[in-house]
C-alpha cells in the first residue's frame, strides 16, 4: 500500500488557468521521492494539496489509501509533518527553540514534553540546552536543524520538504541532507523532497519526478530518469546543470 498518492489531481485558482492537470504521484513507505521543475511548474502547488493545505479541484489525494479528507486530517498530521525553504522565516524570533519544536506536539494535544523535545533536537545534533534559546541565536544551518526537529517530534511517517537546503551555503547544504538520510533510516522516516537541485535528489531519493507546467511528463528511478531521461524537458533541465570547466 502507497503511503501517500496523488490520483489524477488538477488543480485551478477560480477563474484561472490550471496550475496542475492530471498527475499522479505515488510515495511508498521508505522510499524517497523527488519533485522537480523549473519555478512556475507547480511543484510547490502540489506539495500544498499533498499536505492538505489546498483541496484538488480534479482527482482526489490519498493517504494509507483512503481520500484524505477534512475529517482524516487530524491523524494525518500526526503521520505526516513539513520543512520549508528558508529557516530565517519559518521561525518564529519571538518563541524559545523548545516552544517552537514543541508546536506539532501541542497542536496534536499531545503536550510539550520536554524528554521528547531534548529527543528531537538530539536526533538531528543539536544540545539539549538549545530549547531556552532564540532562534537569532543560530546559524541558518542550524534554524533548520530547529526546523527539522520540529517536524520530527511527534514521530511522523512523512516528511514533506520544500527546498530544504536551497537557502544555505554548501557546506551546510551537504550536513543537513546527511542528517535527512540519517533521519530516512534511523526513524523510518520516509521523505518527498521538492527541489531543483538534481545533486541533492541524486544523493537522497530512490525516485524522481519530472513536472513541467503543471503536467508530469517522467517518472521512475532516480537513476534512470537522471541518468537516461526519456523526455526532452528533463534533458532540458540535466543540461542546465552548472559544470566546472575540464
Known sequence: MTL??????????????????????????GRNVALVGESGAGKTTLLRLLLGLARPTSGVVKFDGQPLTRGRLRDYRRAAQAVFQ?????????????????????????????????????????????????????????RQR????????????????????SALDLTTRVRIVDLLSSLNVERNLTILLVSHD????????QQTAVLERGRLVEQGDTASVLGAPSHPYTRKLLASVPRLPG
Request: proline residues 9%; negative net charge.
Open 146 to 165: 530547529i526546523a527539522i526537529a520540529r517536524a520530527v517530534v511527534c514521530h511522523p511517517r512523512l516528511l514533506l520538504a520544500d527546498e530544504p537546503v
Open 86 to 142: 528558508d529557516p530565517y522565516s519559518s521561525l518564529d524570533p519571538r518563541h524559545t527553540v523548545g516552544r517552537i519544536v514543541a508546536e506539532p506536539l501541542r497542536g496534536l494535544g499531545l503536550g510539550a514534553d520536554p524528554a521528547r523535545i531534548a529527543d528531537a533536537l538530539d536526533a538531528v545534533g543539536l544540545p539539549a540546552d538549545a530549547a531556552s534559546r532564540y532562534p537569532h541565536e543560530f546559524s541558518g544551518g542550524q
Open 4 to 29: 501517500l498518492e496523488a490520483d489524477h489531481v488538477g488543480f485551478a485558482y477560480r477563474g484561472g488557468k490550471p496550475v496542475l492537470e492530471d498527475v499522479s504521484l505515488a510515495v511508498e513507505p
Open 198 to 205: 538534481l545533486g541533492v535528489v541524486a544523493s537522497l531519493c
